[in-house]
C-alpha cells in the first residue's frame, strides 16, 4: 500500500504518541490487534503514514529528526513504543506567533516550551517540497493567530488539514469555503479522545435524556501535568476550548442547560500528573416523580494516546477524500472525531456516517 504522507504541526505529546503508534502497530496481526477503531480503512491499515515534515519553535525540537524531538522535553507522554527508526525528517522553525504564552517563562525549563533561537523557515516551501499530502496541526490552546497562519500555508501548499485544536477553522465558514474551492479535504475541530472526558459526559449525557431524566445541573473538571495543562493555566486563551468542549455536551441535551448550570473545562495543572488526565464528572437530575439523583465519576487517562486514537482513523479518512477528489469539510469524521465539528451529531449517527463514508456510500 502507498504511504499516507503526513505533516505535522506542533511536535509534542500528542504527536509523539501518534508517531509511536505508527511503529508500533507495524507487525501487528489484526487478531491481536487493540486500541484501534478500525483496522482497515479503505486497505489503509494503522502503520501506513509516513511523517514526511513537521514544524515546532522548542529549542530542544527544531533541528532533530523526528524520531528523536517526540521524546524530547518537556514532552512526558508514556513511551510505549521506544524505537521508532530514524526518519530522515528535520523538525523545521515555525512562526512562534501566540504559540507561547507568556506565563510559560516562568515555570522550570525541563516542565515548559523554551523559544529556539532560529530564523523561522518557509512553511509553504516545506510543505511542498516534501510531498506532504495532510498536515495535523497540535499547538497549543489559544494559539488563534499561529492556526490560522498555518492554515493558510495549507491552503497555499495545497495540504489537507487537521485541525487537533480549539481554535475554529473547519467550523469557521469562512475558512471552510477556501478549503472546499480549493478542493482540499478539511477535518476539525479539536479533536476528541477514544474514552475521554468529552464522549463520556457526552454519553451518559444522552443516556439520561434517553431514560427520561431531566439533567439539571452538570460540571466537568479535569487535571494533568503537561504542558498542555500548564498552557491552560492562562483562562484568556481558554475561551474557544470552553465552547468547544461545553458545546460538545449541550448538542447531545433535549433542551440545553442555562449557562450557570454546567460548567466545563480544564481546571488545573498538577506537574506530578504528567500526561496522566483525571476528569471529575458529576450530574444532577430528576428521575420519576421528581425525584432527585446524581451521578459521580472519575476517568484517568494518558492523555495523548488517547487522542491519537482518534487521529489515526482522521487522517485515513482524509486519505479517501484526497483519492476521491473531495475538498472543503469532511463531516462524518469530523462529527466523529472532534469536539467542534461543522455540523454535531450524536456519536452513534457520526459513528453510522463514518461507516458510510468509508465505504463510498455518504461523500463527506
Ligand atoms: N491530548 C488530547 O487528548 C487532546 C485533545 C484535544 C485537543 N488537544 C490539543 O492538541 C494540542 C496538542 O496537544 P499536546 O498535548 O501535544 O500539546 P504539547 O504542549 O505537548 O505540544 C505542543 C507543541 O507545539 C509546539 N508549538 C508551540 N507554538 C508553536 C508554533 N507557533 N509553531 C509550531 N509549534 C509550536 C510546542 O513547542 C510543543 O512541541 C493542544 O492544543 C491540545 O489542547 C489534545
Known sequence: MEKIKIGIIGVGNCASSLIQGIYYYKNKEPKDVKGIMHWDIGGY?????????????????????????????PNCTTVFYEDV?????????????DGV???MKNYPEDRTFVVADEEEEDIVEILKNSGAEIVLNYIPVGSEEATRYYANCCLEAGVAFIN??????????????????KGIPIVGDDIKAQIG???????????FSDRGVKLERTYQLNTGGNTDFLNMLARDRLKSKKISKTEAVQS?????????????GPSDYVPW??????????????????????????????????????????????????ERGIGGVLTSISAY????????????????????????????
Open 252 to 264: 447531545v441535551l433535549a433542551q440545553p442547560l442555562e449557562e450557570e448550570n454546567i460548567h466545563i
Open 273 to 322: 500528573q504528567k500526561d496522566n488526565k483525571v476528569c471529575f464528572l458529576r450530574m444532577e437530575g430528576k428521575i420519576f416523580g421528581d425525584v432527585p439523583m446524581n451521578l459521580e465519576l472519575r476517568l484517568s487517562v494518558e492523555d495523548s494516546p488517547n487522542s491519537a486514537g482518534c487521529a489515526i482513523e482522521a487522517i485515513r479518512c482524509c486519505k479517501l477524500a484526497l
Open 164 to 181: 487537533c485544536i480549539p481554535v475554529f477553522i473547519a467550523s469557521d465558514k469562512e475558512f471552510a469555503r477556501k478549503f472546499e474551492e
Open 197 to 207: 472526558a468529552t464522549i463520556t459526559h457526552r454519553t451518559l449525557a444522552k443516556l
Open 85 to 97: 527508526p530514524k526518519l530522515g525528517v528535520r523538525v523545521a522553525m515555525g512562526r512562534v506567533l
Open 337 to 364: 472525531t472532534m469536539k467542534h465539528p461543522p455540523i454535531q451529531f450524536p456519536d452513534e449517527k457520526a459513528r453510522e456516517m463514518v461507516e458510510e463514508f468509508i465505504s463510498g456510500k455518504r461523500e463527506r
Open 45 to 73: 491499515k494503522p502503520y501506513d503514514i509516513e511523517v514526511v515534515a513537521a514544524i515546532d519553535i522548542d529549542k530542544r525540537k527544531v533541528g532533530r529528526d523526528v524520531s528523536e524531538a517526540i521524546f524530547a522535553k
Open 101 to 103: 504564552a507568556p506565563h
